[in-house]
């Protein structure tokens, strides 16, 4: 159980263009989404946090006109990168929290992440 | 002060031995703790959580917390080449369900 996908798993695209990463959770219902990056050798950093049916918040120092975030499901978040440039380039990782969780818990399931590669 | 702290590595372990990975963190409103195992290339997987001071043991981890010294651990007993990963370390506060990460450890473990 607690299976999160993505999808592109791999996205090479050229400099201006908008790519769109899915998330979703496939077996159980996910009421928060988090969207995180990782560049090369370095830890995750958390870009924002998607709320289903609400605007996301996003963290200090992410654009939220580049980074579109969509939680129009319990199932499925979006994000957009939006004019995107090299410096995009990155390792996207989305995760996921069972909305049936308590509160007790803060487990997240990870899904396989997405390597953007912008030309 | 970087949040949670860890020994960037790489850690070198033998073959069976016990590798121990330590973390720190400088929030004391940090309620809840994970390790994930990362492989080059992979999302992170989740190995364990813990929620409360002391040991907790899942097969050949273990991980320990400490709140009064603000550290956490994670031991991997009879350790095998395929635990040559990057380990995080990962906190949540209290009334933040993100995760943040440390910037890993890496553990090699010999043949």
């Known amino acids: 159980g607690a299976v999160v996908s993505q999808h592109p798993s791999r996205v090479i695209c050229k400099s201006g263009t908008s790519v769109k990463i899915e998330c979703r959770s496939l077996d159980f219902q996910a009421t928060t989404m988090f969207w995180y990056r990782q560049f090369p050798k370095k830890s995750l950093m958390l870009m924002a946090t998607s709320n289903e049916g609400s605007k996301a918040t996003y963290e200090q120092g992410v654009e939220k006109d580049k980074f579109l975030i969509n939680h129009a499901s319990l ?41 953007l590669t912008v030309l | 002060q970087k949040e949670v702290e860890q020994n960037s590595g790489p850690l070198s372990v ?9 973390c720190t ?12 195992r990362q492989y080059s ?9 813990i929620y409360s001071n002391g040991d907790k043991e899942d097969g050949r981890f273990t991980a320990q917390l400490n709140k009064a010294s603000q550290y956490v651990s994670l031991l991997i007993r009879d350790s095998q080449p395929s635990d040559s990963a990057t380990y995080l370390c990962a906190v949540t506060k209290t009334g933040r369900r993100a995760l943040t990460f440390g910037s890993g450890t890496r553990l090699q473990v010999q043949p």
């Open chain 2, 41 to 49: 290339g992979k999302s992170p997987e989740l190995i364990m959580s």
């Open chain 2, 14 to 22: 033998p073959e069976g031995a016990i590798a121990s990975l330590n």
């Open chain 2, 25 to 36: 963190y400088s929030d004391r409103v940090s309620q809840s703790f994970f390790w994930y």
């Open chain 1, 75 to 115: 199932t499925l978040s979006t994000l957009t990168v939006t004019s995107a440039h090299p410096e995009d380039s990155s390792f996207y990782i989305c995760s996921a929290r069972d909305r049936l969780a308590g509160y007790s818990t803060d487990t997240q399931y990870f899904g396989p992440g997405t390597r």
